[in-house]
């Protein structure tokens, strides 16, 4: 489960969203399995594709998949959570901890030519659940 992160905890944008609309950082993330101390790889089954939900989905170094996953998440009725770097890396997580993204799905609907936007609960197999951004 996710909790709020304070703003003044958000680093800048990872290098795929930093030109995205919405974009509000990232912030330190460890899954509910953490393996403290641990360099542990994960594949990212979307990219940063905020209208897209996505499934981080846990590997080996040389991307064979082991039984863990996570899916994005809303943080807020507007504040998703979306998993990085691009679609199918294969990437290392020092500590078993990522730096997902913030992404404001207002902002960026709007950007967007949209007239509004929310985060919504939605599903990324093989993850059981993740989020989006909705766009109206």
């Given at each position: 489960?996710l ?5 003044e ?13 919405g ?6 993330f460890?899954p509910v399995?953490?393996?403290?101390g641990?360099?542990?790889w994960?594949?990212?089954?979307d990219g940063?594709?905020?209208d ?7 590997t080996d170094e040389?991307g064979?998949?082991?039984g863990?996953?996570f899916?994005e998440a809303c943080?807020?009725?507007?504040v998703?959570?979306e ?6 890396v ?5 500590n078993d901890?990522?730096?997902p993204?913030?992404f404001d799905c207002?902002?960026w ?14 599903s990324a197999?093989?993850?059981e659940?993740s ?6």
């Amino acid at each position: 489960m996710l909790t709020q992160v304070k703003a003044e905890e958000l680093a800048p944008p990872s290098s795929d969203a930093l030109q995205m609309a919405g974009a509000k950082g990232v912030f330190a993330f460890t899954p509910v399995d953490w393996q403290a101390g641990e360099t542990t790889w994960w594949l990212d089954s979307d990219g940063v594709a905020p209208d897209v939900a996505g499934c981080h989905i846990g590997t080996d170094e040389d991307g064979n998949v082991n039984g863990r996953m996570f899916g994005e998440a809303c943080l807020t009725d507007v504040v998703l959570v979306e998993s990085n770097p691009g679609k199918g890396v294969v990437h290392a997580h020092s500590n078993d901890t990522g730096h997902p993204d913030q992404f404001d799905c207002l902002k960026w609907c709007k950007a967007s030519g949209n007239a509004t936007g929310r985060c919504e609960v939605a599903s990324a197999p093989p993850c059981e659940q993740s989020a989006r951004c909705v766009c109206q």
